[in-house]
């Protein structure tokens, strides 16, 4: 069972490593998305994980641990921002999926880009 679900993160981590560096678009972004899919994107929890803070809050909202998804999606600012960008009846979908998943949703559907909500 274990070995089963770590040979289905390795496949996963593959096809987003895949998705983003095929992905057409500017440099700085496609290296972010590298950067999130590898989880080595600064934020409070990876400083903690490393011994250069104690604290993992974050620091827009101080109520939350400073994780990339909070950081990016999750947090109050974050999702004013989603809010705007995302479809009506995408919004639970969107804000249920983990990391990887939301990465590929966010790629496939370009938001941001073109697909803006008046
Ligand atoms: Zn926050």
Do not use: Y
């Amino acid at each position: 069972m274990m070995r089963a679900l770590i040979l289905w993160l390795g496949t996963m981590l593959k096809m987003v490593f895949k998705l983003v560096w095929k992905w057409r678009g500017h440099e700085t972004i496609r290296i972010l998305l590298w950067k999130i899919t590898t989880k080595v994107l600064i934020t409070n929890l990876f400083r903690r994980h490393r011994h250069l803070t104690q604290d993992d809050l974050c620091p827009i909202c101080g109520l939350e641990v400073e994780s990339i998804l909070h950081a990016l999606r999750d947090c109050d600012d974050a999702q004013c921002l989603w809010r705007s960008l995302v479809p009506c009846g995408l919004g639970s979908e969107f804000n249920n999926l983990d990391l990887e998943h939301w990465i590929i949703w966010n790629m496939k559907n370009s938001l941001g880009s073109f697909d803006l909500k008046d």
